[in-house]
């Protein structure tokens, strides 16, 4: 099974700041990644789908790059609703994985 | 709109099953693949499977093979999941999700239900 291992597993950002997550599949999965958003309480929410695509909706602010092992969510001019867990997810192989979760915290 | 609707939160006892609803609304049914994930308390992801809901047939993550069913019922737009066995490591939040796009199975989960809580206790 592919395991999907993301970095940092939590950071402490400010409003305005630029923020990078990684995500690295432990065997090549193409683009076939997402990267989903979470808030306490909530079900996650899709922001990129195919490694690199925006779903309908996000806010620009969200980007996402990568191909074959790493993967790269860039979030820029952090706002106060992106204070949030984020998760990767590949979708390549079965059975599908996410990544562990980085919690971006106010600093 | 699109929306997932699941049934509310349940109290089991180890070792009883327990079934989840996803009820579907505001598109075609059999037209977009459904999956569930797990998350236990304070925990991560788990992806458990889908379930295409135009023929029914379903793909098990193997760590819940033997243990899990999904099924749907195409005249009131629901799906089902359900977990036999359970112990304690089974108490976690279970979602339904759909797939971004109709057509072919993919992993690009929306939207979600919002989620319903089993807890194992005895």
């Known amino acids: 099974a592919i395991q999907m291992t993301q970095s940092p597993s939590s950071l402490s950002a400010s409003v305005g700041d630029r923020v990078t997550i990684t995500c690295r599949a432990s065997?090549?999965?193409?683009?076939?990644l997402g990267w989903y958003q979470q808030t306490p309480g909530k079900p996650p929410k899709l922001l990129i789908f195919?490694?690199?695509k925006l779903e309908s909706g996000v806010p620009s602010r969200f980007s996402g790059s990568g191909s074959g092992t790493d993967f790269t969510l860039t979030i820029s001019n952090l706002q106060p609703e992106d204070f949030a867990t984020y998760y990767c997810?590949?979708?390549?192989?079965?059975?599908?994985?996410f990544g562990q979760g980085t919690k971006v915290e106010i600093k | 709109q699109v929306q997932l609707v699941q049934s509310g939160a349940e109290v089991q006892k180890p070792g009883a099953s327990v079934k989840v609803s996803c009820k579907a609304s505001g598109y075609k049914f059999i037209d977009y693949y459904v999956h569930w994930v797990r998350q236990a308390p304070g925990q991560g992801l788990e992806w458990m499977g889908w379930?295409?809901?135009?023929?029914?047939?379903?793909y098990y993550a193997q760590k819940f093979q033997g243990r899990v069913t999904m099924t749907r019922d195409t005249s009131v737009s629901i799906v089902y999941m359900e977990l036999s066995r359970l112990t304690s490591d089974d108490t976690a939040v279970f979602y339904c999700?759909?797939?971004?796009?109709?057509?072919?199975?993919?992993?690009?989960?929306?939207?979600w239900g919002q989620g319903t809580l089993v807890t194992v206790s005895s």
């Open positions: 065997q090549g999965i193409r683009n076939d």
């Open positions: 997810l590949q979708d390549y192989s079965y059975p599908y994985a």
């Open positions: 379930i295409n809901p135009k023929t029914g047939d379903t």
């Open positions: 999700a759909r797939d971004l796009l109709m057509g072919d199975v993919q992993g690009w989960f929306d939207p």
């Open positions: 195919g490694a690199s």
